[in-house]
């Protein structure tokens, strides 16, 4: 496993600093606050996950765990704005991130009980304490069955809401005994895969996915402060290698009811993520040629000022696309041709639904709102 080959003599990088020196290490591109490459990466992730719950192509969660991918990026950019603790850094993060999710379900929350409703399943709708997770989700916000292609994607959210908030506290950690913490959640992993813990359903959610996800988290604060950066790129790649086939090894030997993916094997998904974020958050790809693909390069822009928006919303726009291409007939050409044109149809709906909705992140983020970003 992972934590069997990061060993204090391994990886001298990530275990000299002392506690009273992290104001001594740089990033790894000092002075750059935005990192074209980090934005390239969320795009490619956005994709992929867009991609994924289209098709439900399994052989995408190991070409690239993108989940794993936007934890880690997330962690780098947590780990760039508690540099300047002045600026209330968790504060503004929470405020980046809830009013999109209050914009969802002031939709889907109405839509939900309506439907319940008139089906007569009102028995499936959320009590008080559930409606208050729509508010501050420290648990998954829950719906009905109906709901669900909505609400399935809301536990990014609160594994998100959750490592902002506890990142001062393992910041700290992390200067001291940087390698210890970065391995830690994948030894919590570990030991909840192997150590059959009864924990109440939603916290047992919540704790399983911080096991999951945290250690990416953590190399993203290993970019920011520049660490990744030192390791011996060999260590580094033999690290990433063994950790990537420990969590193919453990998915293919222990595989969910629906199969292989990666998605449904937590302890599969840990390692194998934590393997391919150290490799992605070390390379250093020049991309100045998006300046010159015009389109593209836009996107990459537009995707991130609406990640959170495009996040959101994606699953309703793939669930309304199939309704609509029968309405079109888009069968006629095909199977495969009918599926294509199905995701065809969900991007324009998602591209409607970020018109519309995505300014909100423009005030939450306090820019001048646009109805298309810049």
Same mark, same amino acid.
């Given at each position: 496993m992972a934590s069997d080959n990061l060993s204090e003599t391994a990886v001298p990088a990530l275990t000299t600093a002392s506690p009273t020196a992290p104001a001594t290490t740089t990033p790894t591109r000092p002075g750059a606050l935005r990192d074209r490459y980090l934005d390239f990466l969320r795009f490619v992730a956005i994709v992929r996950i867009i991609v994924y719950h289209s098709f439900g192509f399994v052989w995408l969660t190991y070409v690239f765990p993108a989940m794993g991918v936007m934890f880690a990026l997330g962690g780098s950019l947590m780990a760039n704005s508690l540099a300047n603790p002045a600026g209330r850094p968790v504060r503004k993060r929470l405020r980046?991130?809830?009013?999109?999710?209050?914009?969802?379900?002031?939709?889907?929350?109405?839509?939900?009980?309506?439907?319940?409703?008139?089906?007569?399943d009102a028995d499936e709708l959320p009590g008080i304490e559930g409606l208050l997770a729509w508010i501050f989700p420290i648990v998954d916000p829950p719906g009905t069955e109906w709901a669900e292609p909505a609400t399935v994607v809301l536990w990014y959210l609160v594994t998100y809401l959750w490592l902002v908030m506890l990142? &001062?506290?393992?910041?700290r950690a992390y200067r001291r005994w940087p390698l210890p913490i970065v391995l830690t959640p994948l030894a919590a992993l570990i030991v909840i895969g192997f150590?059959?813990?009864?924990?109440? &359903?939603?916290?047992? /959610?919540?704790?399983?996915?911080?096991?999951?996800?945290?250690?990416?988290?953590?190399?993203?604060? /290993?970019?920011?402060?520049?660490?990744l950066a030192r390791v011996p790129l060999p260590v580094l790649i033999g690290v990433a290698a063994v950790a990537m086939i420990a969590g193919a090894v453990w998915a293919f030997t222990h595989p969910a009811e629906s199969g292989v993916d990666l998605n449904d094997i937590p302890l599969g998904q840990g390692l194998y993520s934590f393997g391919f974020v150290l490799l992605a958050m070390r390379v250093r790809p020049s991309i100045a040629w998006l300046r010159r693909v015009r389109v593209l390069d836009w996107l990459v822009t537009a995707v991130n000022a609406r990640a959170v928006t495009i996040y959101l919303w994606h699953n309703p726009a793939i669930e309304?696309?199939?309704?609509?291409?029968?309405?079109?007939?888009?069968?006629?050409?095909?199977?495969?041709?009918?599926?294509?044109?199905c995701l065809l149809i969900a991007v324009i709906?998602? /591209?409607?639904?970020?018109?519309?909705?995505?300014?909100?992140?423009?005030?939450?983020?306090?820019?001048?709102?646009?109805?298309?970003?810049?």
């Open positions: 980046r991130l809830l009013p999109a999710l209050w914009i969802f379900g002031a939709v889907v929350v109405p839509a939900m009980i309506m439907q319940a409703k008139r089906e007569g990142s &001062p506290l393992v910041l150590g059959g813990f009864a924990l109440d &359903p939603a916290v047992g /959610a919540v704790v399983l996915n911080l096991a999951t996800f945290g250690s990416c988290w953590l190399v993203g604060f /290993a970019h920011r402060d520049g660490r309304v696309s199939y309704p609509i291409g029968d309405r079109l007939d888009v069968w006629r050409f095909g199977d495969r041709s009918g599926e294509m044109l709906v998602m /591209a409607v639904t970020t018109v519309a909705l995505g300014w909100i992140e423009d005030i939450a983020a306090r820019r001048k709102p646009r109805l298309i970003p810049r």
